[in-house]
């Protein structure tokens, strides 16, 4: 089978360029280029190798602090950036609360831009088949009005069949489960850096706030290992 009568430039321009059109209309130019560049993540993130990764770093960060003092947290060798930040927002905190507060605010953003990049895709992908439609409906009006001459009809009934398969192709075949993979590993990421954050801000407590006496002596033995 020749694959060349699966290629139609009008269709493919119609169903992609249509659906990549919708989408951009729906989203602003920084959703978009985040779409785009999701598609590197796409390929490499391996998400349980990503958490375990983050746990450790985790405990090089804590580790760090129970020697040397939360002022020292950006002091370990984390090389993961989203922690990285972690670490010195946590090495500047002098109220446990302010790190609480951070934490809260850059996972709700973090949640917030993963969410426009799903939209990106779903807007694709929702626009895909209609852009089939739209295009059986054109390639149709084709057919009909080249009647008279029967040699006119074929690339009429090319064009409103390929539209439809192209829409399917590209709905359930591409944008979808690329919309569908990045939710996936949207909520792993967000788990382990919840995750990570929550323990981070109960050193933070533990440092700031806890008894007197404990504070104390985790201060006496710090000096004692520098001694």
């Known amino acids: 089978m020749n694959g060349a009568i699966f290629l139609d430039p009008v269709a493919i321009l119609l169903v992609f360029g249509g659906a990549a059109l919708v989408a951009a209309m729906r989203s602003t130019g920084r959703d978009l280029a985040r779409a785009i560049a999701s598609l590197g993540p796409l390929v490499r993130t391996r998400a349980d190798a990503e958490a375990q990764a983050a746990r450790v770093a985790v405990n090089r960060i804590v580790e760090r602090t129970h020697h040397g003092g939360l002022a020292t947290a950006d002091r370990a ?4 950036s989203f922690l990285a930040r972690a670490a010195v927002k946590l090495s500047d905190s002098r109220d446990p609360n302010s790190f ?10 973090r949640a917030e831009r993963h969410a426009a990049v799903h939209a990106v895709w779903r807007a694709a992908a929702d626009a895909a088949p209609a852009m089939g439609m739209i295009g059986t409906v054109i390639g149709l009006i084709r057919m009909f009005a080249a009647m008279d001459d029967p040699s006119k009809i074929g690339p ?12 399917v192709i590209v ?15 949207s909520r792993s990421e967000l788990l382990w850096q919840k995750e990570a954050l ?4 109960t ?12 504070r104390v002596s985790r201060i006496e033995a710090r000096l004692r290992v520098v001694a």
């Open 77 to 80: 060798p984390v090389v993961e």
């Open 100 to 109: 609480a507060a951070w934490a809260q605010a850059e996972l709700a953003a």
């Open 156 to 167: 009429g009934m090319a064009l409103a069949l390929l539209t439809t398969l192209y829409g």
């Open 171 to 185: 709905a359930n075949c591409v944008a979808g489960p690329i919309g569908a993979r990045l939710e996936r590993l």
């Open 198 to 201: 929550d323990r981070l801000s």
């Open 203 to 214: 050193v933070a407590r533990e440092e700031l706030t806890g008894p007197l006496e404990t």
